[in-house]
């Protein structure tokens, strides 16, 4: 039985058929540690917390952005992408596709040139397109959650 079928099933539901292949997103999430992400919430009912404090028990290093809080989810909050000191593999972004955009430009311009990752319904086709025409892995309108459980967890 081939154990991407899941996954393939998620990236054909997702708006972007320009997405990495389920391979790909395989590979990623095997090799990532440090996850950035942009929006996590301090709220535990929204998705924009449940779904970092899922990677973090599954033992992925959660970065909290959110320039309106000092710590979540027992560490320290950083105000902007950029104000991360640490190399981050990937940077997962919860916020508005009108706002979206900017965030990706911003992730991009990160040295060790993270994969990123817009979470379901959340889109920024032009800024995506460019990231991905500079070579950055990109993925937009598809739950990180979603693919770790497809990828991770047996049926």
């Known amino acids: 039985m081939d154990t991407l079928a899941a996954l393939r099933r998620l990236l054909a539901a997702s708006s972007d058929p320009d997405n990495p292949s389920a391979e790909e997103l395989q590979d990623l999430l095997q090799r990532m540690t440090r996850v950035a992400v942009i929006g996590l919430s301090r709220d535990p009912a929204k998705a924009a917390r449940r779904v970092p404090s899922y990677l973090a028990a599954k033992g992925y290093e959660v970065v909290p952005v959110n320039p309106f809080a000092d710590r979540i989810l027992g560490r320290d909050a950083h105000e902007t992408i ?10 997962v972004i919860f916020r508005p596709s009108a706002e979206a955009g900017a965030f990706v430009e911003e992730a991009a311009r990160r040295t060790e040139r993270p994969a990123i990752w817009l979470q379901q319904g959340i889109r920024a086709d032009e800024e995506i397109d460019v990231v991905r025409r500079d070579g950055l892995l990109a993925v937009q309108d598809l739950c990180i959650y979603q693919v770790h459980r497809a990828l991770f967890t047996e049926a």
């Open 82 to 91: 950029t104000d991360v000191p640490d190399p981050v593999d990937v940077v």
